[in-house]
């Protein structure tokens, strides 16, 4: 499997779309599960495409992926990372993830579990 340098990011159904552009007019790599018409998808099946996609998963559901992560750790099976979020308001989200994104390689993210509060 091939490595970015850049972290890629997908977005979840329930984060803004607007996340996902505001990242892109920065010059980052962002799409929402809404810009590829997975909103409907399972938990399971949008944490499948961004694997296939090569991208970290970015989701206000910090349970349902935190197991997501368990059974892909403890199955040996390789993902481009989670970060989970409070839902807070857009401008902060965005900070919190130029924050993310200028500290980490995708190679540092990939078979992550982090948090946005991380990078206040």
Do not use: C
């Not at 910090?62 to 409070?86: C, K, N, P, T």
């Amino acid at each position: 499997m091939s490595t970015r340098l850049f972290i890629a990011l997908y977005f979840d159904a329930d984060v803004s779309k607007k996340l996902a552009q505001a990242l892109r007019d920065e010059g980052f790599d962002a799409i929402s599960a809404w810009d590829v018409n997975n909103a409907e998808l399972s938990d399971r099946e949008n944490l499948k495409y961004a694997i296939a996609a090569q991208r970290a998963f970015v989701t206000f559901n910090s349970d349902d992926f935190a197991r997501l992560y368990d059974d892909f750790w403890r199955g040996g099976r390789e993902h481009f990372g989670i970060i989970v979020s409070e839902q807070i308001p857009i401008g902060e989200m965005l900070h919190r993830l130029l924050r993310l994104l200028d500290s980490m390689t995708a190679e540092e993210m990939r078979n992550t579990f982090r948090n946005l509060g991380e990078f206040k």
